[in-house]
């Protein structure tokens, strides 16, 4: 039997999910036939778990929270319809993609479509500093896929500006809305400060946790196995792994990726330690966001959100 927390968080994303549909709902027939698609599977909504657990023990009225919630979502779900575009994806977590379910055309409107529709939602919001924060992390969303774009695709960035790019794509929302939730209870800038730390560190543990889920069995992890190697992405155990190895197993490493023989990639990344390195990593920044929660959370609850934090950022 689920425990009151599960129920009220459970509840908690039923309205976001309700919200979101009414917010994006459309007469224009296509839209909204997209609109159904998406909504008609349940998604992950982790940045909605974040803002209720925190927000709630922090004291955010419930309705803010929601608005919050519903906004940030959206902003996400707009980046990951222009994702899958750009990637060329015909999956999204073992599901078709809006790219797949309504062709590129249709797909790339309907991205921007969400995109007024967040814009408009941050327009409404009572606190415009919020807005301007979720505003900021819109932009910072497109830089770092440019930035991604032009570092990550066939060719190894170095572990720095991997770890730029992950401040700029995954952690910056977690960053953005953590922050939004201190500027509603009124938070010190020493606080809003290290709010930005926790979603910087929870945003950083995600994406290394989800770079270890790319080598992972797909019938758990629901990610299609290889997926950004198969887009010629290299992500956080390649990149150690490639940084350690020598010149000529470097010019292999390219070949393999082109010739799709992933298992002899994963067998040099193994003989240099990279899944390890990776989760060392994460590790840390996963007891860095515990370490960080105990300024903001309650003892009589930091249990249940240390459970949250190592079950959602390790596979």
Do not use: W
Request: aromatic fraction near 10%; charge should be negative.
């Amino acid at each position: 039997m689920p425990s009151i927390e599960e129920q009220n968080l459970t509840e908690f994303l039923a309205e976001v999910k309700l919200k979101m549909e009414n917010i994006t709902f459309s007469k224009q027939k296509d839209i909204q036939k997209i609109n159904d698609f998406i909504f008609s599977s349940d998604g992950k909504y982790v940045r909605s778990k974040i803002i209720f657990l925190y927000g709630h023990r922090i004291g955010i009225e419930y309705q803010k929270l929601l608005e919050l919630a519903s906004t940030t979502e959206l902003i996400h779900l707009s980046t990951l319809v222009h994702d899958d575009i750009i990637d060329e994806a015909p999956l999204r977590r073992g599901k078709p993609s809006v790219l797949k379910f309504s062709g590129i055309k249709k797909a790339l409107l309907y991205g921007d479509y969400l995109y007024t529709k967040t814009f408009s939602c941050l327009n409404s919001l009572e606190n415009k500093d919020i807005a301007t924060i979720l505003i900021n992390c819109a932009e910072k969303l497109i830089e770092g896929e440019f930035n991604q774009i032009s570092a990550m695709t066939y060719k190894a960035p170095s572990l720095e500006n991997y770890i730029k790019i992950i401040k700029a794509k995954t952690a910056v929302l977690f960053s953005g809305a953590l922050q939004s939730i201190g500027i509603h209870a009124n938070f010190k800038e020493e606080d809003l400060n290290l709010l930005y730390k926790l979603g910087h560190e929870f945003g950083f543990a995600f994406q290394l946790n989800d770079d270890l889920i790319d080598f992972s069995n797909e019938s758990v992890t629901g990610k299609a196995k290889y997926k950004d190697l198969s887009e010629g992405k290299f992500t956080y155990p390649l990149i150690a792994a490639f940084n350690d190895s020598t010149e000529e197993e470097r010019k292999r490493i390219y070949q393999l990726i082109e010739t799709k023989e992933y298992s002899q990639i994963v067998e040099l990344i193994e003989k240099y330690n990279g899944f390890d390195a990776t989760r060392i990593e994460r590790d840390k920044s996963i007891n860095n966001c515990i370490e960080t929660t105990q300024n903001f959370i309650k003892l009589d609850s930091l249990d249940y959100v240390e459970q949250f934090l190592r079950d959602t950022l390790k596979a």
